[in-house]
């Protein structure tokens, strides 16, 4: 009879509270921190970068490393943290899901309008063009967004989706879209519908291709060319 047992498989506690405690940061910069900052004068979209730089996304960095720091895998950061780079069929589904995100996006549009829901965050909502005086604002922008969309992809996808696989199996994703939608309440209920199809397509595809790079590129594929042309007045 064999007594020994077998690897000891990561609690998914710690990465559910991670969720869970990036969301009560969200929203207490959201609702809280950004309007009070912004009723001093500061743009409300300013108030939000800055404020989140340092307590939103700081914090969750620190605790997908404190969580990276827990386990003792042996392996290399790139295989860890599924950073190979991406092969032919990687990009077919990483385009792919980037196409399903924007029509998946569209057609919550529709149903958000349909409810007389706002599906920007309280602080995008009535954004005017970043010109003139605002324009610096486009810079605060670019440092702020690689560290929203690489931070988010790097804890979520890279360190937590793994963890997450070795509890749940190929049913892993489902817990990670829905903890990653906890992250986004604190934007309301129009924005949480607005994003249904990333929550879901994102840690669908990250997972069935083991690889966080496409999590980035759906990610951002959407986001980052959408808020610069809104900024710059082009939509």
Request: charged share 15%; glycine share 14%; hydrophobic share 55%.
């Amino acid at each position: 009879m064999n007594d020994r047992a077998g690897p000891r498989l990561p609690s998914l506690v710690p990465d559910v509270a991670l969720f869970l405690g990036g969301g009560v940061l969200v929203a207490g910069v959201v609702r809280v921190a950004a309007p009070r900052w912004a009723a001093s004068g500061v743009d409300p979209l300013a108030a939000w970068m800055g404020l989140a730089l340092a307590f939103v996304f700081g914090p969750i960095l620190v605790g997908g490393w404190w969580l990276l720091r827990s386990e003792a895998s042996g392996q290399g950061w790139v295989e860890r943290l599924r950073l190979r780079r991406p092969s032919a069929a990687d990009w077919r589904w990483g385009l792919l899901g980037l196409a399903g995100i924007g029509v998946g996006s569209a057609a919550m549009f529709g149903v958000c309008r349909a409810l007389g829901l706002d599906p920007s965050p309280p602080f995008a909502r009535g954004l005017e063009p970043l010109l003139g005086a605002r324009l610096w604002m486009l810079g605060l922008w670019a440092f702020y967004w690689p560290v929203n969309i690489l931070g988010e992809e790097l804890v979520w996808r890279g360190i937590s989706l793994p963890r997450m696989e070795t509890r749940l199996g190929h049913r892993a994703w489902m817990l990670n879209g829905l903890c990653w939608g906890t992250l986004h309440v604190g934007f309301g209920p129009g924005n949480l519908i607005m994003l249904l199809p990333t929550l879901v397509l994102v840690p669908w595809i990250a997972q069935r291709r083991r690889n966080t790079w496409l999590a980035v590129l759906m990610h951002a594929g959407l986001s980052g060319p959408g808020f610069v042309a809104l900024a710059l007045g082009l939509t």
